[in-house]
């Protein structure tokens, strides 16, 4: 039943997803076309990309060890934020597991939405800017391959693997939820590069969300006599 709720859920927030998605490559294009994608740190970060992007072609499978302790250190410190006990952690290059004393939705799928070793440059360099102003150029470089290990990762876990967190609440809700919170990182990283305000970019996903409710609503009358 908990299965076939969740189900639901998605399917009404597919709108949703889709508003998300839009409003994040309305951004980006925008960034396109006023340059601002031309600033130092903007190259410095697809430079990294770029470079994270070949070194997983090149080096992919000798890397998994390095995802799996992310993916395992990311469910065991979201279950600490949940009050759960760790009780072991096990690490392979083959995959991992870690037990806790309870678990959610958020412990779950935290792996496949949070960033882990992006999250961890960001503290470091918010640690150094506090001592010293720091460069641009590896700062951003850095945020650039550790995003790009995290998407390249994520999605060769969820597209090569039988992942047994995703089928724990439905492959179409994990996959929903896990879209939806990647996005909104994303949509949130472009204001924190200052690319956008906040109040801008909220009002942007607003927008798309009607509009996108709008046209199911709208179909939904073309479909129905």
């Known amino acids: 039943m908990k299965k076939v709720i969740l189900f639901l859920l998605a399917l009404a927030g597919v709108p949703f997803a889709w508003a998300c998605a839009r409003a994040l490559l309305n951004s980006l294009a925008s960034g396109l076309?006023?340059?601002?994608?031309?600033?130092?740190?903007?190259?410095?970060?697809?430079?990294?990309?770029?470079?994270?992007?070949?070194?997983?072609?090149?080096?992919?499978?000798?890397?998994?060890?390095?995802y799996v302790f992310g993916h395992e250190m990311t469910h065991a410190l979201v279950g600490l934020c949940f009050f759960a006990r760790i009780h072991s952690v096990n690490i392979r290059e083959t995959g991992g597991f870690v037990e806790l004393s309870k678990s959610n939705l958020f412990i779950t799928l935290a792996p496949y939405c949070v960033p882990f070793?992006?999250?961890?440059?960001?503290?470091?360099?918010?640690?150094?800017?506090?001592?010293?102003?720091q460069p641009v150029w590896p700062w951003y470089a850095a945020f650039g391959v550790t995003t790009a290990f995290h998407i390249l990762y994520t999605l060769d876990a969820l597209l090569t693997v039988a992942q047994p967190d995703v089928r724990a609440y439905g492959r179409f809700f994990s996959y929903w939820f896990i879209l939806v919170v990647n996005l909104l990182f994303a949509l949130l990283a472009l204001v924190a590069i200052g690319h956008i305000s906040f109040r801008g970019q909220a009002h942007a996903l607003r927008v798309q969300t009607v509009d996108a409710y709008v046209a199911v609503v709208d179909l939904a009358r073309r479909l129905i006599p």
């Open 33 to 66: 076309t006023e340059d601002s994608f031309l600033t130092p740190g903007c190259v410095a970060f697809l430079v990294g990309a770029a470079a994270m992007v070949a070194l997983y072609f090149w080096k992919g499978r000798e890397l998994s060890i390095v």
């Open 117 to 133: 070793y992006l999250f961890i440059v960001i503290g470091v360099h918010a640690l150094a800017t506090c001592i010293a102003p």
